[in-house]
């Protein structure tokens, strides 16, 4: 069975570690199309992962399997799990990573973190707990070589999700990243993500943004109306990406670089009145 597997780590390309899932999935299953999401996500950053993986999934075939490995805890005692929509299969640890994915899959919005007690209707959970289907001897520091891998591979074969373990009800949710409201119709927002051009992706949407006139804090700097496109910016601009969020990029140039922010900075948005 020929099945699309993406792969969304924080393990980066200077290392093996991504030929090492692709070698271990290949193996079991040589007719799997392995797609690169990203292997650039922040080290340990769960949040990031999640955000780049919801960004990307949407726009793969129905069926595809979605191994989303950002693991500060691998070896620990954080829960193995599969999850199936009405779309897609989404595999990797249940700290979060796959939760934005996998709720906006089945058309579900959650905005509060911690513990989903009850999965959505349409959504199927399953703790792989079956060693029958992993890489032996399982290496206590590389769960996405060893368990994760061979999982999405089996399950790119045919194996049923049951297989894998018991169903589970509940699964680990990160907060959704809202901006929060201020005096007199502004919004605080914060950087979700720095895309490989330095464009600064924030968690103020399309639907976010105030009537009338607004201007964007960042930095040090004032940005005083909303462009169109990257092109047609003089500096600084903001705008609305194509992840429908608001986006600060700077000409020919990084954003990022130019204002030293990182992920987790506030950008502010102020009513002009």
């Known amino acids: 069975m020929a099945t699309i597997i993406t792969l969304t780590t924080d393990f980066g390309v200077e290392d093996g570690y991504v030929a090492a899932l692709k070698g271990v999935i290949l193996g079991i299953n040589p007719r799997a199309t392995v797609v690169d999401i990203c292997h650039q996500i922040e080290a340990q950053n769960i949040a990031q992962g999640a955000f780049v993986l919801m960004t990307a999934c949407p726009y793969f075939p129905d069926g595809s399997i979605h191994l989303a490995i950002v693991d500060p805890e691998v070896g620990g ?12 299969v989404f595999i990797g640890p249940d700290n979060g990573v796959l939760s934005h994915a996998a709720l906006r899959a089945s058309a579900q919005d959650q905005p509060g973190g911690g513990v989903l007690s009850e999965l959505p209707p349409g959504v199927e959970c399953f703790e792989i707990s079956n060693p029958r289907y992993w890489r032996q001897p399982v290496s206590p520091t590389f769960h996405g070589r060893d368990v994760f891998a061979p999982v999405a591979a089996h399950v790119s074969a045919g194996v049923a999700l049951s297989d894998l373990g018991r169903a589970v009800g509940s699964i680990r949710v ?4 809202r901006p929060e409201a201020l005096e007199r119709g502004g919004l605080l927002g914060h950087v979700l993500h720095i895309d490989h051009f330095g464009n600064i992706i924030t968690d103020i949407q399309r639907g976010d943004l105030p009537p009338g006139r607004f201007r964007l804090e960042v930095g040090h700097h004032s940005i005083a109306s909303l462009g169109r496109t990257y092109c047609e910016a003089e500096g600084l601009t903001a705008l609305i990406g194509s992840s429908d969020h608001l986006e600060i990029a700077l000409r ?13 900075d506030p950008a502010k948005l102020v009513r002009d009145r």
């Open 77 to 88: 005692g954080r829960r193995a799990i599969a999850l199936r929509t009405g779309r897609a």
């Open 174 to 177: 990160l907060p959704f990243p």
């Open 252 to 264: 020919n140039g990084s954003a990022a670089r130019f204002l030293g922010l990182g992920i987790g």
